[in-house]
């Protein structure tokens, strides 16, 4: 596949993978650890090298996880990461950043998000981030779970060099398409999904599997292609199974008709009107 079918521009210029692999959960059951290093890395082999992992998910056990998974592969992995808001201060963004860098066992990650916003002031955060990108810690920074009002005080506050908001969005959770995604369209800041299969539920949802049925496909696949087919949004299916990571894997190549989604927006209507942004 050409890189326009594979990856985003960032404002930056570099790019980030088109999909890639949430790992929420991942690392807390000692006896899944095997079938969870062998998801990720099955995802690697067929070029889903977008990563994302938080220092909140186990405490730190998904870094680990993470870590481990790609021991002599760090050559190919674009790694994203999120600091907590409790921790976004000028002097602990740094320094939990530097923790997670150590649960990793990498030198630096690729792209550093705020997970939500708190108390602390975004400018500190912003001067933490530039202070990371300076010491060669992380690439890029951006942002998670901001709203269209976020978004707007974080350029005020000096984010110009956001490179991503990381949002809950899918079929069934289409609130951000009234103002959030027009706006950050208009800024050229990419989205990047998270729960695009809203955790499992739209799996079983017969409008979905009607679409599927059609293209002999999954409904995870259905729900991953009305995503990618939008452009300049990027998406991070959770899989603890290597096959289900092998399977979101060929949502790339599911091209939906528009009778697809036609039938789609009749089962999950657009938002009519402004929404808060909802969050897992």
């Known amino acids: 596949m050409t890189l326009a079918a594979d990856a985003i521009e960032l404002p930056s210029g570099q790019t980030m993978p088109v999909l ?31 990563i994302d992992t938080a220092e909140m998910y186990g405490d730190g056990a998904s870094e680990e996880l993470v870590g481990e998974a790609i021991v002599g592969r760090r050559a190919d992995v674009f790694l994203v990461d999120k600091v907590l808001p409790s921790n976004a201060s000028r002097r602990e963004t740094v320094r939990a950043c530097r923790r997670s ?27 933490a981030f ?12 951006g942002v998670s779970n901001f709203d269209l009002s976020d ?31 027009p706006w ?3 800024h050229q800041i990419p989205v990047m999904a998270y729960s695009p299969i809203e955790q499992g539920r ?53 091209d939906l008709a528009e009778e697809d989604v036609a039938a789609l927006d009749a089962a999950f209507p657009p938002p009519a009107g402004p929404q808060p942004l909802e969050m897992l």
């Open 20 to 50: 890639g692999q949430g790992t929420w959960y991942l690392g807390e059951r000692p006896a899944r650890r095997r079938d969870e290093l062998a998801a990720p890395r099955a995802g690697l082999d067929l070029d889903m090298t977008m």
């Open 101 to 127: 860098l150590q649960r990793l066992g990498v030198d630096h990650i690729d792209l550093y998000l705020l997970h939500w916003r708190g108390a602390h002031p975004l400018a500190e955060t912003i001067e």
């Open 130 to 141: 530039g202070e990371l990108v300076e010491a060669g810690d992380i690439g890029q920074w």
């Open 151 to 181: 978004m707007q005080d974080l350029l005020e506050a000096g984010g110009g060099a956001c490179a991503t908001n990381q949002v809950l969005y899918n079929l069934t959770r289409r609130g951000p398409e009234f103002d959030l995604l």
């Open 184 to 186: 950050l369209r208009e």
């Open 202 to 254: 739209l799996l079983g949802h017969p409008q979905v599997a009607e679409v599927a049925a059609r293209h002999e496909a999954t409904a995870a696949q259905v729900a991953l292609a009305w995503l990618l087919r939008q452009g300049a949004i990027a998406a991070i299916p959770r899989s603890s199974n290597p096959e289900h990571t092998r399977e979101n894997a060929e949502a790339r190549d599911l």
